[in-house]
């Protein structure tokens, strides 16, 4: 990241110098300084504190005047006056009240009145006394309040770092995290914050939940601090003359962001408690980023990691598979120039075999590709169930001519809206499905219907077996990509399932996996089901 400079990137931007005004000399603080971040008590000024512990003395001398007590009793009532006002101001005026205050009451009460004569020694020690009481009295309490403005200064940067820290944990990605934070910052500090991101070439884009929309000055006050790791802007000698403070957000000595902000114009300079809490912010914000950033590249490399798992999945798979049905290709086509006709009639089942598994295969996995491509647009009609089931009959081959096959479809069953192909060939896999895990005994039985769900019917084709049922441990998977059980016998690539489910969603229905009651597993298609009045005339 090349890093601007005043004589190259900013010769048009008069205010960019550093540390100086427009006019060529050093920059001048004009805004009232009375401003200060929310819930912090400003300190008073010291000539006021000074004035108001004068005003006090002086009212207490005179109304005292008035009264008729002994001279003594007027000490007690200035040492309470200097205890109160210790609670007020800071400890330089206390020192001047309880100065001030013997001087008084020695020239005003002490007789001879009005006058510095020389005191009897008991005054002369009630007088001294009075003042070390006054001065180391007023001066612990002055100590110990300014120990409670510090602690209260503490608890509550504290307080606001820990409502940020809840505000960011309870954000579930990085642009509710970023809001949260500034929301929080523009409430804190009265002001408008911004949040630049490091983004490529080094440069940084502002987060669109900143309310501080940064002008070209600012960004490159930004650019700076973020390339010069330091921070630069307003209420620093880098840069004064900004409209905002720019703090970079380093962790590990990488910059991961600049935070920006607007403070109030009031604002004349920033107390060390003020510039503590921003920092504490930046701080915060620095590790949000480089949590997001670090989960997002957790992710990433997770994703990665299972797209090369499941690439050498569908390698070893694909080579495995196709091996054997090329194998027998490759010897039947050596042997087909025999002479003996039965053993030809045996090779050309086995190249029709070999060939059809081979189609089922490339089928299967051109079928997977639509569906990941988004390439799948079904072309939805009226479709009659038992044409459709038969179709998936006829497709699934060899695989059911020794089975028992039943079909259950009841006389009136009406025609359903499908695409006539994806449901012949989703009723397919699952009846080689079945085949392929359940022994040859065992019937296999589809059986259809309407059923009603929740006030809408729905057509339904169920798929059942009295095979092993499913795996407990294979339930949640089932219609994921590749997923086979242990058991499972060779010649698949475990997308069968995963093809339904993605052809019964392309068509706005469902599948479903469950128990066949008695032994065995079902699996169910569902789609959903309207009146067939308009159905076209097939005359026409």
């Given at each position: 990241m090349a890093a601007?400079?005043?004589?190259?990137?900013?010769?048009?931007?008069?205010?960019?110098?550093?540390g100086?005004?427009?006019?060529?000399?050093?920059?001048?603080?004009?805004a009232?300084s009375g401003?200060?971040?929310?819930?912090?008590r400003g300190?008073a000024?010291?000539v006021?504190?000074?004035l108001e512990v004068?005003?006090v003395?002086?009212?207490v001398?005179?109304?005292g005047?008035?009264?008729p007590l002994t001279?003594?009793?007027?000490?007690?009532i200035?040492?309470?006056?200097?205890?109160?006002?210790?609670?007020?101001?800071?400890?330089?005026?206390?020192?001047?009240a309880?100065?001030?205050s013997?001087?008084?009451?020695?020239?005003?009460?002490m007789?001879?009145?009005?006058?510095?004569?020389?005191?009897h020694?008991?005054?002369?020690?009630?007088?001294?006394?009075?003042?070390?009481?006054?001065?180391?009295?007023?001066?612990?309490?002055?100590?110990?309040r300014?120990?409670?403005?510090?602690?209260?200064?503490?608890?509550?940067r504290?307080?606001?770092?820990?409502?940020?820290?809840?505000?960011?944990?309870g954000?579930?990605?990085?642009?509710?995290?970023?809001a949260?934070?500034?929301?929080q910052?523009?409430?804190?500090?009265?002001a408008?914050?911004?949040?630049?991101?490091?983004?490529?070439?080094?440069t940084?884009?502002?987060?669109?939940?900143?309310?501080?929309?940064?002008?070209e000055?600012d960004?490159?006050?930004?650019?700076?601090?973020?390339?010069?790791?330091?921070?630069?802007?307003?209420?620093t000698?880098?840069?004064p003359?900004?409209?905002?403070?720019h703090?970079?957000?380093?962790?590990?000595?990488?910059?991961?962001?600049?935070?920006?902000?607007?403070?109030?114009?009031?604002?004349?300079e920033?107390?060390?408690?003020q510039?503590?809490?921003?920092?504490?912010?930046?701080?915060?914000?620095a590790?949000?980023?480089?949590r997001?950033q670090?989960?997002?590249a957790?992710?990433?490399?997770?994703?990665?990691?299972?797209?090369?798992?499941?690439?050498?999945t569908?390698?070893?798979?694909v080579?495995?598979?196709?091996?054997t049905?090329l194998?027998?290709?490759?010897?039947?086509?050596?042997?087909?120039d025999?002479e003996?006709?039965?053993?030809r009639?045996?090779?050309a089942?086995?190249?029709?075999?070999a060939?059809?598994r081979l189609?089922?295969?490339?089928?299967?996995?051109?079928?997977q590709?639509?569906?990941?491509?988004?390439g799948?647009?079904p072309q939805?009609?009226?479709?009659?169930?038992?044409?459709v089931?038969?179709?998936?009959?006829?497709?699934?081959?060899?695989a059911?001519?020794?089975?028992v096959?039943?079909?259950?479809?009841?006389?009136?069953?009406?025609?359903?809206?499908?695409d006539a192909?994806?449901?012949?060939?989703?009723?397919?896999?699952l009846l080689l499905?079945?085949?392929l895990?359940?022994p040859?005994?065992?019937p296999?039985t589809v059986?259809?219907?309407?059923?009603?769900?929740?006030?809408?019917e729905?057509?339904?084709v169920?798929?059942s077996?009295?095979?092993p049922?499913?795996?407990?441990?294979?339930?949640?998977?089932?219609f994921q990509?590749?997923?086979?059980?242990?058991?499972a016998r060779?010649?698949?690539?475990?997308?069968?399932?995963?093809?339904?489910?993605?052809f019964?969603?392309?068509?706005g229905?469902?599948v479903?996996?469950g128990?066949n009651?008695g032994?065995?597993?079902c699996?169910t298609?569902y789609?959903?089901h309207?009146?067939?009045g308009s159905?076209?005339?097939?005359?026409r």
């Amino acid at each position: 990241m090349a890093a601007p400079t005043p004589t190259t990137a900013w010769p048009t931007w008069p205010f960019l110098s550093r540390g100086r005004n427009r006019s060529g000399g050093v920059a001048e603080a004009t805004a009232p300084s009375g401003w200060r971040l929310r819930g912090d008590r400003g300190t008073a000024s010291p000539v006021r504190e000074y004035l108001e512990v004068l005003g006090v003395i002086g009212a207490v001398t005179v109304v005292g005047w008035f009264v008729p007590l002994t001279y003594r009793a007027f000490g007690h009532i200035y040492l309470l006056a200097v205890i109160a006002l210790s609670l007020r101001v800071g400890r330089g005026p206390v020192l001047v009240a309880a100065l001030v205050s013997a001087v008084a009451w020695n020239f005003v009460f002490m007789p001879p009145r009005l006058s510095f004569s020389v005191l009897h020694f008991e005054d002369s020690l009630m007088l001294g006394t009075y003042l070390l009481v006054a001065l180391i009295g007023g001066q612990l309490t002055a100590r110990i309040r300014a120990q409670e403005r510090e602690e209260r200064s503490r608890e509550r940067r504290a307080t606001a770092l820990f409502h940020l820290t809840r505000a960011l944990t309870g954000a579930r990605t990085l642009d509710e995290a970023v809001a949260a934070a500034l929301d929080q910052a523009d409430g804190l500090f009265e002001a408008r914050t911004a949040l630049l991101l490091a983004g490529d070439n080094g440069t940084f884009a502002p987060h669109e939940a900143g309310a501080f929309v940064l002008d070209e000055n600012d960004r490159a006050v930004a650019q700076w601090a973020a390339y010069h790791q330091a921070t630069a802007g307003r209420f620093t000698e880098t840069f004064p003359q900004a409209a905002g403070l720019h703090l970079p957000l380093l962790r590990a000595g990488k910059v991961l962001g600049v935070f920006s902000l607007c403070l109030p114009e009031a604002a004349a300079e920033l107390s060390p408690v003020q510039r503590d809490l921003i920092d504490g912010f930046a701080a915060q914000i620095a590790l949000l980023v480089e949590r997001e950033q670090l989960r997002g590249a957790s992710e990433r490399e997770k994703f990665f990691a299972e797209s090369d798992r499941l690439h050498r999945t569908l390698l070893d798979s694909v080579s495995h598979e196709l091996k054997t049905p090329l194998s027998v290709l490759r010897a039947a086509g050596e042997k087909l120039d025999t002479e003996d006709s039965d053993k030809r009639a045996g090779l050309a089942v086995e190249i029709r075999t070999a060939t059809r598994r081979l189609d089922h295969l490339v089928g299967n996995l051109l079928n997977q590709t639509r569906l990941e491509s988004g390439g799948l647009k079904p072309q939805l009609d009226w479709c009659d169930a038992r044409d459709v089931v038969n179709a998936a009959r006829r497709t699934t081959g060899e695989a059911l001519a020794n089975r028992v096959f039943k079909m259950e479809i009841p006389a009136d069953m009406p025609l359903f809206m499908a695409d006539a192909p994806l449901m012949e060939h989703a009723l397919a896999n699952l009846l080689l499905n079945a085949c392929l895990h359940t022994p040859e005994s065992a019937p296999i039985t589809v059986a259809a219907g309407l059923e009603n769900s929740d006030g809408r019917e729905r057509v339904f084709v169920r798929v059942s077996d009295r095979g092993p049922g499913l795996p407990s441990a294979l339930r949640d998977q089932l219609f994921q990509k590749f997923r086979r059980g242990n058991g499972a016998r060779a010649g698949g690539l475990g997308l069968g399932l995963s093809i339904v489910r993605g052809f019964m969603l392309a068509q706005g229905g469902d599948v479903v996996a469950g128990d066949n009651p008695g032994g065995g597993a079902c699996f169910t298609v569902y789609l959903p089901h309207q009146a067939h009045g308009s159905v076209p005339n097939d005359e026409r």
